[in-house]
């Protein structure tokens, strides 16, 4: 995904977030995300996406069909 993409995604999540709890200040914002467990969406499809080559890492199929995991495997995919 283009990093435009996710950067509206996150700004999009912290608009709710500010109109949810009555706050347009950022720490604030950054708090209620850290105690509430939310992540912005950049930050989950990253963690999703590694967790995904370390599966595909392990399965012989996808193996065959994406080739050796390469450490730049993430800019072919353009998730970085």
Do not use: W
């Not at 708090?31 to 963690?47: A, D, M, T």
């Not at 080559?53 to 399965?59: G, K, Q, R």
């Amino acid at each position: 995904m283009p990093k435009r993409v996710l950067q509206f995604l996150d700004f999009t999540v912290n608009r709710v977030l500010m109109k949810l709890f009555k706050s347009s200040n950022t720490v604030v914002i950054e708090q209620c995300r850290y105690f509430f467990h939310i992540e912005l969406p950049s930050v989950q499809l990253q963690r999703r996406f590694e967790k995904f080559l370390v599966n595909a890492a392990d399965d012989d199929k996808v193996y065959q069909y994406l080739g050796p995991v390469s450490p730049n495997f993430n800019r072919r995919l353009k998730l970085t």
